[in-house]
C-alpha cells in the first residue's frame, strides 16, 4: 500500500511539473482585427482600419471591411498593426546554449559542404523561438556557418512542430567570401601571413569553381544526349549547380571594403542570383554596390566600427548610407538569444539617417523582395500570408509593447521563457521575508 502511495505522489507530482512545462498552443480561424492603424508598408499607414484573417491569409484590409460572420473581433484601438518583421540571417533554433556545444548545430567539418541544409537542424521546440516572436519577429533566416561553403540556409516562420512546417519558400547556398584582413583584433598573424592566407583562399574558391564548371558541362552534355548516363555521385557539385546556372540564390558573407569590391569583381560575368550579406563597410562602396546592382542584408548595426579610426555611428548610418546610394537594404541581427532585438538594429539606422519609413521596409518588405518572396510577405496586403503583429505604439520604440502576433494565420500565444519566469517570481510563494 505505502508502495502505491509513493507511486501516485510521485506520478501526481509529475502531472503537476507536465502541466507547468506545457505550453499554449496557437489558434487558427477567421480574425477581424478592428478600429487600428495598419502600417501597410507598401502603401502607407490606413487610419481606424480594419485587417481580416482567414485560412492563413489576409482577406481584407481598409477603412470599409465588412466583418465576416463568426469571426474572432480583436479590437485594436489605439494600436498599430505591422507586418511580422523577417530577420535576415541568423543562428536562431540552431542553437540554444552558445557555450555548451551538444546544443550548437550551425556549423560541419568541411570547407565545400553547400549540400548540408541548415532546415534539417532547425530546432523547432527552442526556448529562444518563443522569445523572439512575441517580440513581432515571425520569419527568420536560418544560416550556417564555418568553411568557405558551409551550406544552405532557410528562411522560416517561427511557429511549427517541424522544420517542413516552418519553411517559408526561401533557399539560399552560403559562402564566406576569402578575408584580406585581420579577422579581429585577437589575430596575431603577420601582415605577410595574412595576404598569404587570403591568397590561397581565393585560389580554393576558383579551383572549386572551375570544377564546377566542369560538371555543369558535363550535366549538360548528358542531358542534351537524352543518354540514361549518370555522373558519379558527388553531392557538393551537384548542390552548387543550381546557383552556377542562376536557379538558386548565392549568399556571399563578406565585410571589409576592399573584400566587396572584390567580390563584386567576382561574381561580375557570372550570371549569378546574389545576396551580399554582412557588408559592415558597405557604405565606404556603396557607390560601387548600387552600380552592381546588388541586395544587401546587413547587420548587427548594434555594433562597433570595424576600424579604430572610424566614427563611433559608422556601424549604426551604414544601412542608410548604402540605401541613400540606391542599394536595396535589408537589416539582420545576426544572432541567436537576441534577434528579438531586430527592431532596435532598425530603429538605429532609421535614427542615424535612414529614415523611419526605409529602417521598417528593410525588416519587412526589403526583406522579402531579396528573398524573392514579396507576393508572399513584407507587407499588410490581401492575399499575402498573415504574418503580422499588434503593438501599442511605435515598433523602434522600447516602451512598446506587442500584443498580439499571428504567424501563417495562427494566433500565438504571448508566452515565452521570459514571461513565464517574470510571472513565476513577479508573485512568488512562499515570498520572501521581510
Known amino acids: 500500500m505505502k508502495l ?8 501526481a507530482v509529475f502531472m503537476a511539473f507536465a502541466g507547468y512545462a506545457q505550453s499554449s498552443k496557437g489558434k487558427s480561424g477567421t480574425f477581424a482585427l478592428t478600429n487600428a ?19 492563413g491569409k489576409i482577406t481584407a484590409a481598409g477603412t470599409a471591411v465588412t466583418v465576416p460572420s463568426g469571426a474572432e473581433i480583436i479590437d485594436c484601438t489605439g494600436h498599430v498593426i505591422y507586418p511580422g518583421m523577417i530577420e535576415g540571417g541568423s543562428r536562431l533554433g540552431l542553437t540554444e546554449v552558445n557555450s555548451d556545444a551538444r546544443t550548437r548545430d550551425f556549423s560541419e567539418i568541411g570547407e565545400v559542404i553547400p549540400q548540408i541544409q541548415a532546415l534539417t537542424a532547425v530546432n523547432p521546440n527552442s526556448v529562444l523561438i518563443p522569445v523572439t516572436r512575441v517580440s513581432g519577429v515571425t520569419t527568420s533566416l536560418a544560416l550556417p556557418s ?33 578575408q584580406s584582413g585581420r579577422r579581429g583584433r585577437f589575430d596575431r598573424r603577420t601582415d605577410e601571413e595574412i595576404n598569404e592566407a587570403a591568397e590561397k583562399a581565393l585560389k580554393n574558391l576558383n579551383e572549386t569553381w572551375g570544377k564546377l564548371a566542369e ?18 555521385y558527388y553531392p557538393e557539385m551537384e ?67 570595424t576600424r579604430e579610426y572610424d566614427r563611433y555611428d559608422r556601424p549604426y548610418a551604414n544601412p542608410g548610407l548604402m540605401q541613400k546610394a540606391g542599394v536595396k537594404v535589408a537589416i539582420r541581427n545576426n544572432g541567436a538569444e537576441n534577434v528579438r532585438n531586430l527592431p532596435y538594429d532598425a530603429g538605429f539606422a532609421a535614427t542615424y539617417g535612414m529614415g523611419r519609413e ?67 517570481f513577479l508573485e512568488r510563494s512562499p515570498g520572501v521575508k521581510k
Not at 4 to 11: D, E, M, P, S
Not at 38 to 46: F, L, W
Not at 151 to 177: D, S
Request: hydrophobic share 40%.
Open 37 to 55: 492603424t495598419i502600417e501597410t508598408v507598401t502603401n502607407g499607414a490606413i487610419q481606424n482600419g480594419t485587417v481580416v484573417i482567414s485560412e
Open 239 to 305: 548542390a552548387l549547380l543550381p546557383v552556377y546556372r542562376g536557379e538558386m540564390t548565392l549568399l556571399i558573407e563578406v565585410n571589409a571594403s576592399n573584400d566587396i569590391r572584390s567580390a563584386i569583381d567576382w561574381v561580375k560575368d557570372k550570371n549569378l542570383k546574389v545576396i551580399f550579406t554582412g557588408v559592415s563597410e558597405g557604405w565606404r562602396v556603396a557607390k560601387e554596390l548600387a552600380e552592381a546592382n546588388i541586395p544587401v542584408v546587413t547587420g548587427p548595426v548594434l555594433s562597433v566600427p
Open 358 to 424: 526605409e529602417a521598417l521596409k528593410a525588416i519587412t518588405i526589403n526583406s522579402a523582395e531579396i528573398f524573392g518572396l514579396e507576393k508572399e510577405l513584407g507587407s499588410i496586403e490581401v492575399g499575402k500570408i498573415a504574418n503580422l503583429f499588434i503593438a501599442d505604439g511605435d515598433v523602434f520604440e522600447t516602451k512598446t509593447q506587442v500584443k498580439h502576433v499571428f504567424i501563417a494565420g495562427w494566433q500565438i500565444p504571448m508566452e515565452s521563457r521570459h514571461t513565464k519566469l517574470y510571472d513565476e
Open 146 to 178: 564555418g568553411g568557405m561553403f558551409p551550406g544552405t540556409a532557410a528562411l522560416i516562420n517561427l511557429h511549427g512542430y517541424t522544420p517542413n512546417q516552418m519553411y517559408a519558400g526561401f533557399k539560399g547556398i552560403v559562402l564566406n567570401y576569402p
Open 4 to 11: 502505491i502511495k509513493n507511486i501516485l505522489c510521485a506520478g
Open 215 to 232: 560538371y555543369h558541362k558535363l550535366d549538360s552534355t548528358i542531358t542534351a544526349s537524352g543518354s540514361n548516363e549518370k555522373l558519379d
